[in-house]
């Protein structure tokens, strides 16, 4: 199943010239639909409109974007109670060349997609994950956004692929862990637990905003900054987030073993009981 909506009318194909498939100018979400709703939906939204914002284009109003969403789910000859849904804002069709006058009116993109669960020994066991060789760029003007230019996570999951791991972890150019190239990353030393900075690079996903949001409210801290490849090699602790599994433990990264331990089955306790029912093992 895919089904693909520009600007609420279904459509097979964009204009050849639109500025999302000519420079990746543009953003995207992919949201979980779970029971028929998308499932952290104001983070969406939020992430969608500061994005837009960073590369100056005018997104359409947010009771637009959710009524042509709703549209879409509507309009499936498949089940989309459970599915995914990714929205993509690109910058429309404009002159040749890198610039553009702005704001841009944008072109808007709604696509369905079933949704692939993963197997309950993922959230009991953990995930086997490896370090990719690819490197994030720092200082990058975007960071945090989820913009069309995905590049080095394109060739970051290559590499995880070809070892079939279950997800590529990344540094960035000055050995920085970053995120995986499709998940954030948390990680407990001591006791401590720790996510990665995002402001020069990799993306400040909804699930990792969801899983702070979560533990802070029941009083458990969470420390963000930089942490070190060998940091992270002696974690006694590391799980993956993103906005559709939730929260994964990791079991290893190359020949580094992990365990699966108290603060991450908190962590995945909490989520569960804050609406990400995959996490509920």
Known sequence: MSAWFRDGVACESIPIDDRGLQYGDGVFETIAIRDGSPR???????????????????????????????????????????????IIVTAGVSQRGYGRLSPSEANTLVGLFPTM????????DGVETILCRTRLACGSATAGFKTLNRIEQVLARSECLAAGAFEGLTLDAEERLICGTMSNVFIVSNKVLMTPSVERSGVAGVMRRHVIDCLEAAGISVQIGDITEQEFNAADE???CNSQFGVLPVRS????????????????????GNGIGECAV
């Open 253 to 272: 990264c190359g020949a580094h073993q992990f365990g699966v331990g108290e603060l991450t089955r908190r962590a995945m306790a909490l989520l569960a």
């Open 117 to 124: 669960p993963l197997a309950a020994d993922a959230y009991k």
């Open 238 to 240: 590391v799980f993956l």
């Open 40 to 86: 952290l939906w104001r983070y969406h939204v939020d992430r969608l409109v500061e994005g837009c914002k960073c590369l100056r284009i005018t997104p359409p109003a947010e009771t637009v974007l959710r009524g042509w969403l709703e549209h879409a789910l509507r309009s499936s000859a498949a089940d989309v109670a459970d599915c995914v849904a990714k």
